[in-house]
T-cell receptor, first 113, second 113 residues
Framework: AQTVTQSQPEMSVQEAETVTLSCTYDTSESDYYLFWYKQPPSRQMILVIR??????QNATENRFSVNFQKAAKSFSLKISDSQLGDAAMYFC??????????FGAGTRLTVKP | EADIYQTPRYLVIGTGKKITLECSQTMGHDKMYWYQQDPGMELHLIHYSYGVNSTEKGDLSSESTVSRIRTEHFPLTLESARPSHTSQYLCASSRSSSYNEQFFGPGTRLTVL
């Protein structure tokens, strides 16, 4: 079964600095999609960024970008110019045509003013 | 506006009561899901549905039941609530394609006294 591992239960970053959240996954499939979700305290879970496995180019959404290393099965999220509103739980997720969404255990990000 | 709704948002109830958590989506999504999540912790899939009259149990064993009589509606029922059921329940939906992310509702925070 596909597994998604987030090895950092908690991370902290200074406001305006850059932070990278790690995610690795285990799969034998070649066609799949990876996602990062954000869950702010007591607020709705929302999608931050998505990466298609067949694309070599790393996805970018404003201050959020990913480092997708397919051979290493690694999918890290980089947040640049961190803001107080970035404080949240971040979940990495995997999905394929043959397997529905699998979530990692999450990383709690704290942003210090 | 297309969205996913959950009611109630908060529920405090006594042991032994029957409760139903409502989830509705207006996006025409085939797939719907229920997750259980303790605050700030990982998501546990407890039920999912790939269409009308289709329901399956998820990875985490749950005493709750679900039904899918209409595409847009996926209620979760606890016949006899217990303190161990205290948690947050998140509903999500998605299109069938693996490219598509899951959309999450705001959640129901359940407390059983």
């Amino acid at each position: 079964a596909q597994t998604v591992t987030q090895s950092q239960p908690e991370m902290s970053v200074q406001e305006a600095e850059t932070v990278t959240l790690s995610c690795t996954y285990d799969t034998s499939e070649s066609d799949y999609y990876l996602f990062w979700y954000k869950q702010p305290p007591s607020r709705q879970m929302i999608l931050v960024i998505r990466q298609e496995a067949y694309k070599q180019q790393n996805a970018t959404e404003n201050r959020f970008s990913v480092n997708f290393q397919k051979a290493a099965k690694s999918f890290s999220l980089k947040i640049s110019d961190s803001q107080l509103g970035d404080a949240a739980m971040y979940f990495c997720a995997y999905r394929s045509p043959y397997n529905d969404m699998r979530f990692g255990a999450g990383t709690r990000l704290t942003v210090k003013p | 506006e297309a969205d996913i709704y959950q009611t109630p948002r908060y529920l405090v109830i006594g042991t032994g009561k029957k409760i139903t958590l409502e989830c509705s989506q207006t996006m025409g999504h085939d797939k719907m899901y229920w997750y259980q999540q303790d605050p700030g912790m990982e998501l546990h899939l407890i039920h999912y549905s790939y269409g009308v009259n289709s329901t399956e149990k998820g990875d985490l064993s749950s005493e709750s039941t679900v039904s899918r009589i209409r595409t847009e509606h996926f209620p979760l029922t606890l016949e006899s609530a217990r303190p161990s059921h205290t948690s947050q329940y998140l509903c999500a939906s998605s299109r069938s394609s693996s490219y598509n992310e899951q959309f999450f509702g705001p959640g129901t925070r359940l407390t059983v006294l």
